[in-house]
């Protein structure tokens, strides 16, 4: 009678095995602190900095998952910074070579214009980024508030989709600390 309890109490069910064990869900490779540099004619075209990048290359739609932060530096034909990406996780599906980065997402460029996003979609094949979240866009003249986004990858030329607001930004600020505040 004990060996039969101990016989029933002993039963798994094969679906939760399956699942507990099931490589599937496993990335194939976990690289830590890495920094890859990709160059052309021996200048720096691309910098990518990540605290974590777990590789799926053997699922149906594969890619990389940048989980502890990611920056991505853009380097112009001189080998000086054209831009910068930084955020908290991003996801690359090296297939369709597009990548989306997520939570507190920033774009600067070079000429001191800054983006700030909480998604941001990259596509290699149009050499596009796009969003349709909220984005905050500062450049030294004006601070833009909206909802979506389409630009240039290298956030040369962009629209907002949605204005929600601008607010001018003059060098020679009044005394009183005000600004020119318009709605769209």
Not at 5 to 12: R, T, V
Request: contains cysteine; negative net charge.
């Amino acid at each position: 009678m004990l060996i039969g309890i101990l016989f029933f109490g002993c039963e798994n069910d094969i679906q939760e095995v399956n699942r507990v064990t099931q490589h599937d869900n496993l990335p194939l490779q976990t690289i830590t602190g890495s920094s890859i540099t990709y160059t052309v004619d021996d200048r720096p075209s691309m910098k990518i900095t990540a605290g974590r990048i777990d590789r799926y290359p053997n699922v149906e739609d594969p890619y990389d998952q940048f989980s502890q932060g990611i920056e991505v530096i853009s380097f112009d034909g001189k080998g000086e910074v054209a831009s910068t990406v930084t955020a908290e996780r991003a996801t690359n599906y090296t297939e369709r070579e597009v990548m989306v980065a997520m939570d507190s997402v920033i774009v600067k460029d070079s000429e001191g214009k800054m983006l700030e996003t909480e998604l941001l979609t990259w596509d290699k094949s149009t050499a596009k980024i796009f969003t349709d979240q909220f984005v905050k866009i500062t450049t030294p003249t004006e601070i833009l508030f909206g909802d979506g986004l389409e630009a240039e990858q290298d956030f040369s030329k962009y629209e907002i989709l949605n204005i929600k607001g601008r607010i001018k930004v003059d060098e020679d600020e009044p005394e009183d600390g005000s600004n020119e505040t318009e709605n769209l």
